[in-house]
């Protein structure tokens, strides 16, 4: 059984107990474990439930690349799904249940799989369920569907309590991993005086090392890292972070670090989660190694574990895994685990080494010498057990598997040797290379991820590069340090002597891809390769052998190294295996594609602050509070919320539009017209640039006139429409549509920079300086006047005039425009006194009644003049000359953007849709959207169209449904009636074809 | 080679699984094709597939750089849909969806074709206007499309976030219940077995260094493991169509942008359908071995690295949050990038290029997985007759000349427009 040894355990404190359950079951463990090492602990080797067959599983590892050990965290809101029980620091109140499982993780009746795992190999399912047809959709889908997926979704409602934010460092060198190379690495920079960054994923610092023992300049490795965090710790120049991993390196220096603030203490006040943003010039990788696991039949039996986890729960967490342990191996460094479980007074009744040793390296004597039983040779052909390690069947490596005998125990830890973590190398374009001595992939110095400059910008240190030994991984690190440094910009400190190691030395591995190496079908097919997702040796050699060669193929055709651990300690093996069943050369066949993140990082984490209402921000008008405090029903445009209208008390939207058209039109109204698009064109070459810009000709227009303008895009069509205003000689204020500003801006700019650079033009988008306020309506100058300080008849301020001054004391420019067809102006005042002046035309604008209005009441007024909206009327395939507007298509103009695209011969042909007016013959209102019919039928057996619908209201002047449409021959066709068919598919509408303009065709109301 | 079926997987099952064949043959190549497609993806096998298949046309060799579906096949979101409204597009797709409909039986390959709808969700009154247009069109053309209101949305989605003060309120969605994922990588396996049943080649690692010319016609192209002449070449390369052209002196419209996917860890399902939320720029479904499939905009610079930055990356996750808030706390596995042929206007090209002998499958932008079977059904037809099918009739390269842009998005034709 697992227990907690009387003795040992560096990370916990033993006096301090902390209450926790699983799966409803009350536990007890200590300030220091994790999930897993308290419920080891406690005896619950049973943890989870793989993904297809639903094998027990318990833990098999001690950190990050754990696959089995995945739980549900906490409850309601505070749900976590597949949290690794090994990185979970243990909390008080601490809640988990396992996943995957019905109705129990002891017995599980998804368990039946295993059973059939013959029928169902590798890519079963792209053989299967082909017919009948409806059935994979109706039956073997849904049922997929439902038994994939480990944790629990959360639920609908679910809302994270837990706030994340996110952190910008800016740095010279990066250190990413907190062990002695990583520790060396930042102090050799460090004492350069550059400004230094080192993160550990951990909540401790010196990574294995103080589990592996050895000494550094005479110290005890435990003592040396003290030292050396102390001496890091007091550089200002240096910042240490636990707890926070590094999830990524993206290009030109970019790293992501992943830190978790209160995961070990959810009380705590601050966000859960940190995301560092980290520039840097130089990365230090000095991420360490995983052990890799050995394939034999039952090797994923829980109780089977890596050596060095068996290792590490004992040195750091006082826990024993069994009271006998089997240890297997390929070289020297198991013996450690044999050597650390004898010390602490338990059973190794053998180690089985695959190897034969001439002379016993130190290790393998130290461990004969304390009495253990090593049987060279020698390898497992297959555990015994069920739900746990109940002994092994010993068999020689070299053959098939024949049992030699049978040895009880209820642990075995394993080591397939070690595989540098390569992922941050790897991630922008690191390269590898295969080291044959110790059978992994290392860091390929020469073939660095590279910058902007096409320098390296990562350099690897220590384990990561391959050095296993602690002192070459020291002197790896103190050099990587320097290199890193220097790259920076920095000057390594002059004579720094570099810590000197002492341990062990360590007898060549051997690589073991298969035990025994002989082993049959029925042996392979319980090889666990991909323990979370249950793949096996059989299955990538059923791979191979349909031809799913590339190691792309074979991941993606068996899933292996898919699972959450992402094939940290299947990828190898699966590789070998492959490239053992292909007869190619492991470096030939090559490794799948390192993706960040290092491990899963959370969606809050990296949206930040960006939640809810402030995911991006919403614009709001000098005047947006009044709206709201009027009870405006608000309509989103653009980023922009804007008032559809303001209903009064009991009033129905629809009823509240009708009131303020008629109110305007009959009298007074009052709009925010402030989301408008405002731009400033300024410079000797503006009125060229302009002209350019827009079809109209604006370098012609004088100084205190307007003109309305069309710009169109490279390719001819209409994009955006408004009122450019000539300030003085040089510069020109254009209005664009409210959700055109930023992108217009953003058109110009591209021309000024990219074509006409060297054209003296400056632009500046200006929209929030001002408020705009456009007053409308046949009282609308006698408001002004009320007002006073400026102006505004007839002959003082023209039509398609402006003029700057003062009204009612507030600094205002005043455009005489109109996009309703009233006597109308807009002005303009500083933000500032926005509401002030909105207030004072609310309140002296009420001898008129003045109302405020909506999107909706200006939609309907424009459309009953006939003018066009831009994303209305168009579309982006739609060009000026569709929409009737070739009077302001300047035919002087040698050029300007999109005149070359409108003479296209598409562009020209006759037969395009042209906007006209339409009206229903029974006064309703016309669907949006709809099309009108047209005989004949398409290629699909539908009736063929002749136009669309573009605009669509109720006029209240009219008291009649106006539409808007774009139609075959529209305005050579005035007075037919066409149909249009509704939402439904059947019903048709008949609608006359009219001229667009409806009201005041000519114009008399602004004309005042 | 073996018929796929639950017998046969019985069958071989009892045999140690030891006597299954290789789903395609790695043979050595002919000197010789009628017909050799660049690209071993989803599109240039599909091509090969229908010239067997369509047109009887089986001296073909696919060729490939790297390993099969290694591109864009192997790594998109896997969403198929047809709910296109532009002439041009609207029968093309339809033709897809169809293919798709029937495809796993065709080729005898699950390609699990999971038609769970997908929503596009309006978030204001004008995008609700826009939703109900679109849906006219697309049930004008014969493909399915309903137009919800909140309410109803509400109640098929419950997990999104209806509250008031949600940044991009709900308003409604349009609806296509055919549309839905599929596997991808089955989908380039189906294909090259499909095709290598019929007798075509499919050459991987190999990789086309230039082209065979006589009398200023193209005839075979030259790779890094020596030359295959070809009656026609058929260049499907998706983000390297440019750099293919190039080689043939052709400049096309199209640049290639990177474009970034996501996907969490496998959860119990969650997210039943495909949900496109417009204002964001954000899609979601889950796959069916329960990882939320995430993808959002383009990086937003011209790139051949299949890797992107975190602007996207943190852009996509804040989305999935914004509009489905119980997401915080699950975890974000892996994302990567994939190389994207951006045309001018959004729209692709399947066509006789000006050069003799060349033909161009490309400019996908975001849309190629859904196209993959119409697309290589009429670039199969194209090849084999020298015109085109009706429903690839207008990706023409010179519709450009014409002013024929197909801007399918509304917003004006650029070349990161979809």
Known sequence: MSTRLATSGRLIDRSKQVAFTFNGKRFTGHAGDTLASALLANDQMLMGRSFKYHRPRGVVASGAEEPNALVNLGEGVTHEPNARATTTELFEGLKATSQNHWPSLEFDVGAINQKFARFLPAGFYYKMFIHPRPFWK????????????????????????????????????????????????ALTAGQSGLKVLLIEQTAFWGGRTPVDGGEIDGKSAEDWITEAVAALEVMPNVTLRTRCMGSGVYDHGYVLGYERLTDHAPEADGPRHRLWRIRTKQVVTATGAIERPLSFSGNDIPGVMLASAVRDYVVDYGVSIGDRTVVVTNNDDAYRTALTLKKAGLSVPAILDVRVHVHAPPLVAEAKAAGIRVLEGMGIAKVVGGQRVKGVAVCSQAGEGAMVEEIACDCVAMSGGWSPVVHLWSHCGGKLLWDEEHAFFRPDASRAPTGADGLPFVTTAGTANGHLHLNDALQDAHSAGKIALERAGGKAEAGAVVPQAQGPDEAAMTPVWLMPQGAGYELKMKAWLDYQNDVKVSDVQLAAREGYESVEHTKRYTTLGMATDQGKLSNINGLATLSNALGEAIPQVGTTTFRPPYTPISMGAIAGEARGEIFQPIRKTPIHAWHEKNGAAFEPVGHWRRPYCFPKDGESKHDAVMREVKNTRESLGLLDASTLGKIIVKGPDAGRFLDMMYTNMMSTLKPGKCRYGLMCSENGFLMDDGVVARIDEDTFLCHTTTGGAEHIHGHMEDWLQCEWWDWKVYTANVTEEYAQIAVVGPHARDLLEALGGMDVSKDALAFMEWKDGELAGIPARAYRISFSGELSYEIAVPASFGQAFWDLCMQVGAQWNITPYGTECLHIMRAEKGFIMIGDETDGTVIPQDLGLNWAISKKKEDFLGKRAQERSHMTDPTRWKLVGLLTEDKSVLPDGAYAIKDGRNANNQRNTQGRVTSTYHSPMLERGIAMGLVLDGPERMGEIIHFMKDDGETLVAAKIVSPVFYDPEGEKQNV | MTHYSAFSVFRHALRGNKTWGRAWRDPEPKASYDVVIVGGGGHGLATAYYLAKEHGITNVAVIEKGWLGGGNTGRNTTIVRSNYMMPGNTMFYERSMKLWENLSQDLNYNVMISQRGQYNLCHSPGQMDAARRRGNVMRANGIDAELFDRAEVRRRLPYLDYTENARFPIHGAIYQSRAGTARHDAVAWGFARGADRRGVDILQQREVTGYLWEGGRIVGVQTNRGDIRAGKVGLCVAGHSGHLARMAGLRLPIETHSLQAFVTEPYKPLVDTVISFGAAHFYISQSDKGGLVLGGDLDMYNSYAQRGGLPIVEHTLASAKALM????????????????????DGSPFIAKTPVDGLYLNGGWCYGGFKATPASGWCFAHTIARDAP??????????????????????????????
């Open chain 1, 138 to 185: 109706h039956i073997y889908e849904p049922f997929i569907r439902h038994s994939a997926g480990l944790g629990k979704a959360p639920d609908a409602e679910t809302r994270d309590p837990d706030t994340y934010e996110h952190f910008y460092a800016h740095v010279d060198v990066l250190v990413v991993g907190g062990g002695v190379a990583g520790l060396q690495a």
């Open chain 2, 325 to 344: 808030p119980s997401v915080s706390r699950l975890k974000l596995l892996r994302h990567w990038a994939g190389v994207m042929d951006m045309s001018m």
């Open chain 2, 389 to 418: 099918h009706a429903d690839n009739a207008e990706f023409t390269l010179n519709r450009f000349e014409r002013g024929y842009q197909i801007d399918e998005k509304g917003m004006g034709p650029k070349p990161n427009a979809h």
